[in-house]
């Protein structure tokens, strides 16, 4: 019987080995995904025979699990309609991919499928990232152009113990200038916390981008399977072209070697945001699913 725990920061080093067995390239399935908005959704977590298992609270409280790591789903999905049948919880999935949710339909043909836009994750190729080349990349050319023209005086560098209370403090302001109050908005504040204060725990890699002696911008990633997750991306709207060159440092320095594609995340259905992550273009959107078997 599944024996589900509450998840903590110490449990990454047994989510690892199971995160690493993934490969469907949403960023729910990774350490940024899981450890870092464990509060948020209250996450749980059980390995049982060689799988690993998580339960959350959804936004509308019901509680879901997400699709089993570590062996077939034939050989999973019974473990989790006994654990329901004596919770008395209703069997739901959440964070479900496009081929995910076509297996659970061979053996629930009848379950309830809602497709979950706001929360579907952009792929973006490496390739078109790392260098923005050719005319539907013209936009962000321009920026970069404009940014190299406006500022002499910059340079990115790596984050590390000798920069992170600095740009804890850039988060600081940056939060204080864009004081969004949705649950996901303060839910991410304070995963981001979390990561900085816990960087070698975490083990995500980033740079900052200093203009003028001053931050103005970071980001961290994290490499699995073949994609590179892109975790936390934060720059002051302000300067022009900031936000094109901490995107183009992520593609070209950080998606290497066997890393194909890059993961932006969703939008939250932030129009704002969506339109912001259309225009770099994804090689696809990762669609996730609600899958409701009973």
Sequence with gaps: MLDFKKMELASEKELRPYLAMSENRLC???????????????????????????????????????????????????????????ENEHLVFCTVSKEEKDEILKFFPNANVNFERDFSDYIYLKENLSTFAGKKYAGQRNHI???????????????????????????????????????????????????????????????????????????????????????????????????????????????????KYINREDDSGDEGLRTSKLSYHPFYIAEKYTVTVF
């Design 28 to 86: 729910d399935i990774t350490l940024g995904g899981t450890v870092m908005w464990r509060e948020a959704f209250n996450t749980k977590y059980a390995v049982y025979d060689g799988a690993l298992y998580m339960k959350m609270s959804l936004y509308d409280g019901r509680t879901a699990f997400t699709f089993p790591i570590g062996k077939p789903f034939g050989e999973t999905y019974k473990n989790l309609s006994e654990y329901c049948e004596k």
């Design 145 to 259: 152009h404009r940014f190299m023209k406006e500022h002499d005086n910059w340079n990115f560098e790596n984050i590390d113990k000798n920069n992170i209370e600095e740009i804890k403090s850039f988060f600081d302001g940056y939060n204080a200038q864009n004081d969004k109050t949705s649950f996901t908005a303060v839910a991410e504040r304070k995963g981001v916390y979390d990561v900085l204060d816990n960087l070698e725990i975490y083990g995500f890699e980033g740079e900052a981008l200093r203009v003028d002696g001053k931050i103005t911008g970071f980001f961290l990633c994290e490499a699995l399977y073949d994609t590179l997750f892109v975790h936390i991306e934060k720059c002051e709207r302000d300067i022009n072209g900031a936000y094109q060159m901490l995107v183009m440092e992520e593609a070209s320095k950080y998606c290497v070697g066997e890393l």
